[in-house]
Structure formats: C-alpha cells, structure tokens
C-alpha cells in the first residue's frame, strides 16, 4: 500500500448566503479527523458563501467512500439548517 494519499477530489457546496454556509461547516467540521482511517481523511474550508470538502484517499475505493461520506453529511447539515429556519 502507498503511504502517499494519491488520489483526491474537492466538493464544493454554494449556498445562497454566508450564514447558511457557516452553519453547514460549522456542522460538519466536528467530524474532520473523528472519521479518518488508515486509506482517507477530508479537511473543510469556508469561502464566503460556499463549503469545500476536500477527501485525500490512497486508493480509488477509499475516496469513493469518503466522498460518498462527506456529501452524505453536508447533505444532513443542510437538511437540519433548513428545518431549522423554517
């Protein structure tokens, strides 16, 4: 196995405003680092009114899973957040 994470992807989730963004990053970053393993870890930045998530892996099936993971979370961020304001 490589020791390197040779393989990545960056996701990108805009949002209408930079509230809503913050709240989704704010939700999904206490799972940076509490979901890694030995094949994947992600990182997650705030642009203004977007969050990226960027999944590094050392095999094309980890980062799979992991972007499977992190779109899976953002998507229950934003699913929260919305019935939150509502």
């Known amino acids: 196995m490589s020791d390197a994470y040779d393989h990545h992807a960056v996701l990108r989730f805009p949002y209408p405003d930079e509230r809503r963004a913050r709240v989704v990053h704010e939700a999904i970053g ?10 994947s870890t992600a990182t997650t930045d705030l642009d203004g009114s ?6 590094r892996a050392r095999d094309l099936v980890a980062l799979r899973a992991g972007v499977n993971t992190w779109t899976r979370l953002v998507e229950t961020a934003e ?5 939150a304001e509502s």
């Open 30 to 39: 206490v799972e940076v680092g509490a979901i890694d393993d030995d094949r």
């Open 50 to 55: 977007a969050v990226a998530v960027t999944v």
């Open 79 to 83: 699913t929260v957040a919305a019935a």
